[in-house]
């Protein structure tokens, strides 16, 4: 069974617009979480993280997660979209604090303008 | 900040040819690295652990005779993809374990095509 879900393949959404990618994982305990942006033939970019702590994580350019542990899940948030927030978004899972990540199948955000 | 580099960027092969990829920490020591693989419009998938001075750890699936991978000193893990053939087409990526408790960098990625 999967054990990170990206519910959303594709997500358009028009410039200045708010975003939400959700994840959700599976897995018990909870484990470490990370939301990576990946453009076109690029490698990934690490936005935001969480360990523990404050469950409203804010990362950069903009974006911002919640960890809501009764839900197992991990949304990744943007205010106000801007053209270059076009990618590919990645939530992954370190379940076990051994560096091994487990990615979601990603979503495809499109900005139109 | 810590970088870690991959080489190179881009590679064609002939099939039934290897490759060398290479993955590189610029400005720490990584103990210990980690190989993905990203098949077109899919996501990455964990393939094998790279630790430095012993065998590396593979994944349910993958092959490890196809995929050989050393780490030989602190800052080099290489994967090598052996007699490659069109199926192992794919955009490798590598990522290292920072010095930094709970810190993990990646490169920017390899892109093999096999003709």
């Known amino acids: 069974a999967q054990s990170v879900t990206q519910p959303d393949i594709h997500i358009t959404v028009s410039e200045g617009a708010s975003l939400e990618l959700r994840c959700n994982y599976s897995?018990?305990?909870?484990?470490?979480l990370f939301w990576y942006v990946q453009s076109p033939g690029q490698g990934l970019q690490l936005l935001l993280k969480y360990f523990s702590g404050d469950t409203l994580v804010q990362g950069i350019k903009g974006f911002e997660a919640e960890f809501k542990r009764s839900q197992s899940s991990f949304n990744l948030r943007k205010p106000s979209v801007h053209w270059s927030d076009a990618a590919e978004y990645f939530c992954?899972?370190?379940?076990?604090?051994?560096?091994?990540?487990?990615f979601g199948a990603g979503t495809t955000v499109t900005v139109r303008a | 900040g810590a970088v870690v580099s991959q080489h190179p960027s881009w590679v064609i092969c002939k099939s039934g040819t290897s490759v060398k990829i290479e993955c590189r920490s610029l400005d720490f020591q990584a103990t210990t690295m980690f190989w993905y693989r990203q098949f077109p419009k899919q996501s990455l998938m964990l393939m094998a652990t790279?630790?430095?001075?012993?065998?590396?750890?593979?994944e349910q699936g993958v092959e490890k005779d196809k995929f050989l991978i050393n780490h030989a000193s602190l800052t080099l893990s290489t994967l090598t993809v052996t007699s490659a053939h069109p199926e192992d087409s794919s955009f490798y990526i590598c990522s290292a374990r920072g010095q930094v408790p709970n810190t993990i960098y990646f490169g920017e990625g390899s892109w093999l095509t096999v003709v």
């Open positions: 992954a899972v370190d379940r076990s604090n051994d560096y091994k990540l487990s």
């Open positions: 790279s630790n430095e001075g012993s065998k590396a750890t593979y």
């Open positions: 897995y018990g305990a909870t484990p470490y």
